[in-house]
Structure formats: C-alpha cells, structure tokens
C-alpha cells in the first residue's frame, strides 16, 4: 500500500514537470482515487474530512 502511494507521488512529480497541470490537482485526484479504488473508502467519507475538523 506505502509502496503504491509513494509510486504515485513520483508519477505527480514527474507529470507535473512534463505537462503543464497544477500538482495540487493531480494530488488531488490520486488521492481520491487511491482512497475510494484500493482503500475501499466511499466518496462521501473521502469529501466530508474538511468539514468534520471541528
């Protein structure tokens, strides 16, 4: 699981230095993804996190 985060934060690093696409986005939607695919995280648990810090 580390292994596949840490894969996937190089693949940020290396697209974002190719193409011209915000890393805060890219971030974002590997974050997503890889918490709602592999975790097994529901969307509504993954959006709410913001929200619930009080």
Avoid: C, H, W, Y
């Amino acid at each position: 699981m580390e292994l596949l985060a840490i894969g996937l934060l190089v693949a940020i690093f290396i697209i974002a230095t190719i193409q011209p696409i915000n890393m805060g986005a890219l971030a974002f939607v590997d974050a997503s993804a890889l918490g709602s695919m592999i975790i097994g995280m529901k969307p509504s648990e993954d959006f709410r996190f913001p929200s619930n810090a009080a």
